[in-house]
């Protein structure tokens, strides 16, 4: 991706947390970059269009983040892949930005190519975590269970906490220990204690959650 493109999706990310994505207009995007109305109308067509190939830029760079860890061992990847759906107390322009592009996936059964880029999220996050499963059930890590049930059930509970949480905000609770722990923290501590943690193997534990949400940090 050149310069210019890596500004307009920056910019793309920056009108999508301030104005959300039924009221966001080119002439916000341009608000947010050097670049005129003018100017992003010559590369996409439409609103639409750069809303489209934002998705795809979002998704290929969230590829290539899990590529550069993939060469960590099964229990520290798995961990990094619940620690990134955590929002902290002060997430709130990354909550913002998720709320918007909650608005663009309402639009996913009336449009076929936002359709395609669900589907293509969907089936990378089903697909990374089912891999990292069996990868552990391989060199003993886990116990033998169904990587693909076993990813299907984590993701979609995975995914299930952040949209309540960004649509319910403090409206929602989880009964656990601890001072101002977010429903995504919560939901991640329950996973990891009631999932991930009964099929590890036998003297096997767990990457500590707040040590690798820090790495995460320090990373983005």
Do not use: W
């Amino acid at each position: 991706m050149s310069d210019a493109d890596d500004e307009i999706m920056n910019a793309v990310a920056r009108a999508l947390r301030s104005h959300g994505y039924a009221d966001l207009t080119m002439q916000d995007i341009a608000d947010e970059s050097s670049k005129s109305k003018s100017l992003l109308h010559y590369h996409h067509d439409t609103k639409a269009d750069l809303l489209i190939a934002f998705l795809d830029d979002l998704l290929t760079e969230y590829e290539q983040r899990l590529e550069c860890r993939a060469d960590q061992p099964p229990e520290q990847r798995i961990v990094d892949f619940l620690a990134r759906f955590v929002f902290t107390p002060e997430d709130d322009e990354r909550e913002a930005f998720h709320l918007a592009l909650l608005e663009m996936r309402s639009q996913g059964p009336f449009n076929d190519r936002i359709q395609a880029q669900l589907e293509r999220s969907d089936r990378l996050l089903r697909e990374t975590l089912a891999e990292i499963i069996a990868d552990g059930i391989a060199d003993g890590t886990f116990e033998p269970v169904d990587p693909d049930r076993t990813a299907a059930l984590l993701v979609a509970a995975l995914d299930g906490a952040r949209t309540r949480q960004i649509t319910l905000g403090e409206a929602n609770e989880l009964p656990l220990d601890g001072d101002n722990i977010t429903y995504t923290r919560a939901t991640v501590e329950e996973l990891l204690a009631q999932i991930v943690e009964p099929i590890l193997a036998e003297g096997g534990t767990l990457p500590d959650l707040d040590t690798t949400l820090a790495e995460l940090d320090r990373e983005d």
